[in-house]
């Protein structure tokens, strides 16, 4: 039995996949531990799970519109280095007292590779999105700003002396996606599709809702905190009610920005059952997050994407030059541009096809397993 320490944000999107290869480094009969914010893990890891605390740095408000360089600098000067610093006690803590032999550090939760290199722990990272290992184009000199703030938190919080870049460790990186989906160009990826981890039921969705004889549409932005969030979503309701003869929607609106809207055509709810969801819809519009695209891929389902900022312009260019997408502008689709992207994807068989090649591929990944084989390999090293 090997010990397994997980450190991730508290952030759904990163705990899901690292709770999934948990979850199965636990069956195999491995101890599994978590630094993370409590409330942050706990639906998605139990209520018996080993956590150890880490304090979450204080909430700043995204200004709206941020894009480019300037979103890029309040990531990285308002959330990660602050998270770092709050982490980093619970973190080393943690390590002192869970004694790990291997440590998974999220790829944002630099506190977990700082720790690894600072008390001689062989680590992974665990990478949830495909832009930092497939060569997201940066622009010119925000790289070298980005390893001067990892320098910073290095000299604090890691080991001086070390040379690598923390956001990658030098034995293992786990990507959650497959290679036609990041082009990577960091060495040691191991690409292990999508881990999917059951999650708590959205209590009361009205399956009997659903009509047979229609087709259905899922539109997820994730949590709505972007200006013109409530009109992109209002937009599609709009594009599917053009088409509600043959066209039905669940719009997963968790912000209340449509204030409930429902009818025969649209429905409209605070939090929808995805994964349970998915195979039941023939076509998914979001904004390219990277879950939401390979949980759909998952079940061959092509999409319309609608990337708004960070890794989501990315994501949205692979899963479309793969020809499983239909990419339009946020912030300027309207009813008609929805409209036909949606038709594009739902009566010709090319994004279709494409959509069930790249199911066959992450399913072929191995997922879970797959990285807990990677894991159990390197705690044997350790």
């Given amino acids: 039995m090997s010990r397994f320490l997980f450190v991730v944000p508290p952030l759904a999107g990163h705990?899901?996949?690292?709770?999934?290869?948990?979850?199965?480094?636990?069956?195999?009969?491995?101890?599994?531990?978590?630094?993370?914010?409590?409330?942050?893990?706990?639906?998605?890891?139990?209520?018996?799970?080993?956590?150890?605390?880490?304090?979450?740095?204080?909430?700043?408000?995204?200004p709206p519109g941020?894009?480019?360089?300037?979103?890029?600098?309040?990531?990285?000067?308002?959330?990660?280095?602050?998270?770092?610093?709050?982490?980093?006690?619970?973190?080393?803590?943690?390590?002192?007292?869970?004694?790990?032999?291997?440590?998974?550090?999220?790829?944002?939760?630099?506190a977990g590779a700082l720790a690894a290199e600072r008390s001689g722990v062989r680590w992974a990272t665990s990478a949830t999105t495909p832009a930092e290992v497939g060569g997201a184009v940066t622009l010119p000199g925000v790289e070298s700003w980005v390893r001067s703030r990892l320098a910073g938190l290095r000299e604090r919080f890691g080991d001086p002396g070390a040379t690598h870049d923390p956001r990658f460790s030098p034995d293992l990186v786990l990507a959650y996606t497959v290679a036609e989906l990041a082009e990577a160009t960091v060495p040691g990826v191991r690409f292990v599709g999508s881990a999917l981890h059951t999650r708590r039921m959205v209590p009361d969705f009205p399956w009997e809702w659903l009509d047979r004889d229609?087709?259905?549409?899922?539109?997820?932005?994730?949590?709505?905190?972007?200006?013109?969030?409530?009109r992109f979503l209002a937009e599609c309701a709009a594009a599917v009610r053009d088409r509600a003869h043959r066209l039905q929607a669940v719009i997963n609106d968790p912000g209340g920005v449509l204030d409930g809207a429902a009818d025969d055509s649209v429905l409209t709810l605070p939090g929808v059952p995805q994964l349970d969801l998915l195979p039941r819809v023939s076509a998914v519009v979001c904004h390219a997050g990277h879950n939401t695209v390979v949980e759909s891929l998952w079940q061959g389902v092509p999409l319309v994407v609608a990337p708004i900022r960070d890794d989501q312009p990315f994501v949205a260019d692979r899963v479309a030059a793969a020809g499983a997408a239909v990419r339009?502008?946020?912030?300027?689709?309207?009813?008609?541009?929805?409209?036909?992207?949606?038709?594009t994807v739902l009566d010709g068989p090319d994004h279709r096809a494409a959509a069930r090649r790249l199911r066959d591929r992450l399913r072929a990944a191995g997922g879970a397993g797959a990285a807990a084989g990677h894991l159990e390999a390197l705690a044997a090293r350790a």
Avoid: I
């Avoid at 948990?22 to 531990?33: D, K, P, S, T």
């Avoid at 229609?214 to 409530?230: A, E, F, I, K, Y």
């Fill in 328 to 343: 339009v502008r946020f912030g300027r689709a309207d009813r008609a541009g929805l409209g036909a992207a949606l038709d």
């Fill in 15 to 62: 705990v899901n996949p690292a709770a999934a290869v948990a979850a199965e480094l636990a069956a195999r009969g491995h101890r599994v531990a978590w630094a993370a914010a409590p409330e942050a893990v706990r639906d998605a890891v139990g209520a018996d799970a080993e956590v150890y605390p880490c304090a979450a740095p204080a909430h700043v408000p995204r």
């Fill in 214 to 230: 229609r087709v259905t549409v899922l539109v997820s932005l994730g949590t709505v905190n972007t200006d013109n969030g409530g």
């Fill in 66 to 110: 941020l894009r480019g360089a300037k979103a890029l600098r309040f990531l990285w000067e308002d959330y990660l280095v602050p998270l770092a610093e709050a982490m980093t006690p619970g973190t080393r803590e943690a390590v002192a007292a869970f004694r790990p032999d291997v440590l998974v550090a999220d790829q944002q939760a630099l």
